[in-house]
């Protein structure tokens, strides 16, 4: 599904001449019911009103006709300006799969960065740019070889103010936090630093008392 198309469907204002209800935009299912074949669509409009006079009347009609229950929805494709009935074996058909607009631009606007970040790792070094390599190894949606490539990279951008963001990260993959956790070790030896093993506040090595909670290291 391409996102982009999407958001822009998704945007689009249309209404059920029936009702008058705005419909909703819904990912298509992956077959039609009359041929077995796809809509030819990722996203179908959709009326959703459970009081619109189309869904309310066709369920007698159904069942004086072929003595089973469902009813029809009033349906729209991308692009067409007239829409048609579509069966429905429920009320509850096509409600879980309403495309929700403001997930899909944040899911759209973490895409961009990785893309955009990714393409960076290449000067942040040079730079001094920390943030490419940090929020890539801080995403866990983004592409696992890039992540550990940016976790190395951490060492030679040399600057401390990834650790706090990293030790407060939930990692989903236990292999980026592995490979965080060794770059926050050779970043901290790098700096003739240390973490306190009971405040986690950043010390000198050499340090027998940690200036921050007092307690022997």
């Known amino acids: 599904m391409d996102i982009d198309r999407c958001i822009q469907l998704a945007s689009e204002v249309h209404h059920c001449p029936h009702c008058g209800t705005r419909l909703s935009c819904c990912e298509a299912p992956p077959f039609h019911i009359g041929d077995g074949l796809g809509w030819g669509s990722d996203v179908l409009f959709i009326c959703l009103n459970d009081e619109c006079s189309l869904f309310a009347r066709s369920w007698e ?31 509850q058909a096509f409600t879980g799969s309403i495309i929700d607009i403001e997930g899909m631009k944040k899911q759209n606007q973490r895409y961009h960065n990785e893309v955009r970040f990714t393409k960076e790792l290449d000067t942040c070094v040079a730079d001094k740019n920390l943030q490419p390599a940090l929020c890539l190894v801080l995403d866990n949606c983004a592409d696992l070889p890039t ?71």
């Open 147 to 217: 992540r550990n490539r940016a976790c190395e990279l951490l060492v030679d951008l040399n600057n401390l103010e990834c650790i706090d963001p990293i030790r407060n990260h939930k990692f989903v993959h236990s292999e980026i936090e592995m490979a965080a956790n060794i770059a926050i070790k050779q970043l901290l030896e790098k700096n003739h630093l240390k973490e306190c093993p009971y405040c986690m506040e950043i010390i000198k090595a050499q340090a027998k008392v940690c200036k921050h909670c007092g307690k022997e290291v």
């Open 61 to 91: 009609e159904f069942e004086e006709r072929y003595g089973h229950s469902a009813s029809c929805r009033y349906m729209l494709l991308p692009g067409e300006k007239t829409g048609q009935a579509m069966m429905v074996g429920s009320a």
